[in-house]
Every structure is written in C-alpha cells, then in structure tokens.
C-alpha cells in the first residue's frame, strides 16, 4: 500500500466518521470521532466472515504507519504550533506562576507517583516490569491533551482562567514529558548515567535548549513578517517555522516541543499584534485552525484504530483498568498539592482541583511515545496499559466533564447568592 493510499484512506475515515458524529452521535468532535473508530475496530474482531479480509486490509495499513514517528516527528509540531498561535500571551501571563508549576513539578511528581504504583502494580500481577520502565510509564502517561477538554469547558462555561490553566498547561507539559521520558529512555538504553546530577543535566540541556531555539526561529520569523505584508507568503513562513524550526530542534538535540510552542507564542502574540495586518491574520487563524482540525480528525481516528494491532490479553486489560485510578490519583495529588500550597497567596475557581484532575485527559502524544518503545519484553504491557488509559480518559473522561463543571459551577453560585443574602441588609436586597 502506497503513503498516498494510506493518507487517503485515513482522511476519509475521517471525514465519514466526522459527518456521522456531528449529523447522529453530536458529541465533541475528538471523542465522536475516536468512539466511531473504536467501535468499528471492535467490530472486525468479532468472528464475522465478511470482515475477515476488511480487518485484514486495516492491520496491513496500520502496520505501515510507525504511529509514534507519525506523530511525534510530525503531526505534533503543527498541533503545538497551531495551540500555541491561539493563546493570548497576557491571559499567559497572569497564570503562569500556576501554568509553569502544573507543567513542570506537577508532570516530574506525576511521573514518580505512577511508576512507583506501576510497579507495585506490576509486580502484584505477576508482572516483572523494571522499575525504570515503570517511570517511563509515568512519564508517557502525564501529559495531558486539551483537544477535547477545551471545547466542552466553553460549552459548560467555565471560567476563562480555568481555560487558560489547562491550555498552557497542556502546551507545556507535553514538551516537559517528552524531555523526561527521553532522559530516561536513553538511561534505560545505557545512554547515560542514571545519576541525580546528570538525570538534572540531560534535562535542563533539552528543555533550555529548546526555549532558546524556540524564542531564535520565532524572532527570525517575526522579523521576516515585519518586511511583507502578503497573507500567502506570511503564512507560508509560519508554516515553515512550524515544520523547519520543529526538525531543526530534534537535529540539535534539544526539546523540539518546546522550541515550537516558544516560536508559536511569540508569533501568535506579538508577531499578531507588530507584523502583520488584518487580513493576514483573517487567513493565518483559517488556515491553522483548519491544519489543527484536520489533524486531530486523523490523530483520533489513528488512536481508535490502533486496537487492531495491539497484543490484548485478559491480564494485561485488567492491568489497564487497574491503572486507571493509579493515574487519577497521582494526577490528583501532582495537581491538588500545589494548588493548595498556593492558596495561602491567591484565589482560585471553585472545583479547580476537581475539575484540572478529571479534565486532565490523555491523548495521542501518551500513546505515540508507548510505542515509541523498543521491543522488547515489556513493551506489548505497556502499550496496552497506556491504551486502555487513554481509552478510558478520553470516552469517560471526557464525556462526563461538562456535568461535573456545570454541577460545581451552579454549587458556586448557589453559595454566592446565599453568602450575598446573609451580608447585612442582604434579606431586604
């Protein structure tokens, strides 16, 4: 099967389970679109003769398609760019003691809480899972994916501020996981020394080196923008930002996902409001916003179809559905610990907590990096307890969000409206 075969097929399951989303199912594109291809996936591996070659054809095609390849040496720096053009660098601003927090000590205290319960787990399975594969367990399985969670807290009305956290976390913590679980793949490999000093040196190195590329390729292109003002050509320079500056971070051995969120906040932010002019910007929003949609239509369709390929045993599900709350409850001390320590100096939304632990879904990055393992005789564990985690976040997760945020939203009203009516003088108000 030619790549050309292969990208034709998957954009028009795309767009047949798009359609049938939004005309019968109306859930949340990204959540329609994977539970229509979970569902069909499902199907092909009942005993039914008419699909034997159907499922035959799809394996085939999957098989093809290096998913970890797929996306993090290429859909992922359109993705970040394209979230990262979209965020208001001010809104930024004024969390990013919360954001910076969240994205870096939250996923590092994620990481050790889930490999440490994962190998508990393991080995109370009968696993035999070394406990450093145990981190990159924790470490693939930290980042969070705002795709889906962001349209349904617009939809529930959620703060602003409560959005904003869960953005810039998400555009974060997906470069600090990737850098963590890299440090400790090349330590698991013998790569490097699995000491405190040089585990904080590979690091910093990837993830420093990352925002000074990123903040060198955005101000090139910035200064690029300023000198034309021709929207095909100005996009055009985005586009190659994304992509160039993406491979040009991997090459030097950096964190490319933080390189080009760098570059897209910058170009989103000052290179919108310095460098180019309205109807630039007109198409450069259509354009990107069509690139992150299409994308994600792909990327969600590849996830439900990727259970085709996985080796499914009774023992390694059961494992997955046992890791679920391992990783909800690591989440939720990662993220309650140090919002509650920061209480004392600021306010937050009521249920923020709550809400940051159960909105924090896990997506294709989680798993494009299991994949990204080499084989090996803990790999086939892995990649089906991370699925089954990402199955499960995104379908339960994600479809019982807009209640619990409506839900804490009403309770915090109500407790306005009573705390207003107890002030003095509230009865005759």
């Not at 923008?225 to 320079?237: A, G, H, P, T």
């Amino acid at each position: 099967m030619r790549l050309f075969d292969i990208i034709a097929i998957l954009i028009g399951l795309s767009a047949v389970f798009s359609w049938l989303n939004h005309r019968f199912l109306r859930l949340p594109t990204a959540i329609g679109l994977m539970l229509i291809a979970l569902a069909m996936s499902l199907a092909m591996l009942l005993p039914l003769p008419f699909l034997d070659g159907f499922e035959r054809d799809v394996q085939q095609m999957l098989a093809r398609i290096d998913f970890g390849d797929t996306l993090l040496h290429g859909m992922l720096s359109f993705l970040l760019f394209a979230g990262a053009l979209h965020v208001n660098l001010h809104d930024l601003a004024k969390q990013k003691w919360v954001i910076g927090i969240l994205a870096t000590a939250s996923v590092v205290g994620a990481t050790l809480l889930i490999g440490g319960g994962a190998y508990l787990l393991f080995g109370l399975l009968g696993f035999q899972v070394p406990f450093l594969y145990c981190l990159l367990f924790g470490a693939l399985i930290s980042p969070t994916d705002p795709i889906a969670v962001l349209g349904i807290l617009k939809s529930a009305g959620a703060p602003k501020s409560l959005e904003t956290k869960i953005a810039g976390e998400s555009l974060f913590n997906d470069g600090v996981a990737v850098v963590a679980f890299l440090v400790l793949l090349r330590i698991a490999d013998g790569g490097a020394e699995p000491t405190l000093a040089g585990v904080l040196a590979l690091f910093a190195g990837e993830a420093v080196g990352g925002l000074i590329v990123g903040l060198a390729i955005g101000s090139l292109a910035y200064l690029m923008l300023q000198r034309v003002d021709n929207y095909s050509v100005e996009v055009l320079i985005t586009l190659a930002l994304a992509t160039g500056g993406y491979a040009l971070a991997e090459h030097a051995h950096v964190s490319a996902p933080i390189a080009v969120v760098i570059a897209g906040l910058l170009i989103g932010n000052h290179g919108r409001a310095n460098a180019m002019s309205e109807r630039t910007i007109e198409h450069l929003d259509t354009f990107w916003e069509l690139i992150d949609e299409v994308l994600n239509a792909v990327l969600f369709v590849l996830i439900g179809l990727e259970v085709l390929v996985l080796t499914l045993t009774g023992e390694l599900l059961f494992a997955g559905l046992l890791a679920i709350p391992l990783v909800l409850a690591a989440r939720l001390v990662s993220v309650g610990l140090p919002i509650g320590i920061m209480r004392r100096f600021r306010s937050f939304s009521p249920g923020v907590v709550a809400i940051l632990t159960w909105g924090g879904l896990r997506g294709g990055v989680s798993v494009a990096l299991a994949l990204s393992l080499p084989d090996g005789a803990y790999r086939d564990a892995l990649v089906v307890v991370t699925y089954v985690v990402v199955v499960f976040s995104i379908l339960v997760q994600g479809l019982t969000l807009g209640p619990l945020v409506r839900r804490l939203a009403g309770e915090a009203r109500r407790e306005a409206a009573g705390l207003e009516a107890a002030a003095p003088g509230g009865a005759e108000r």
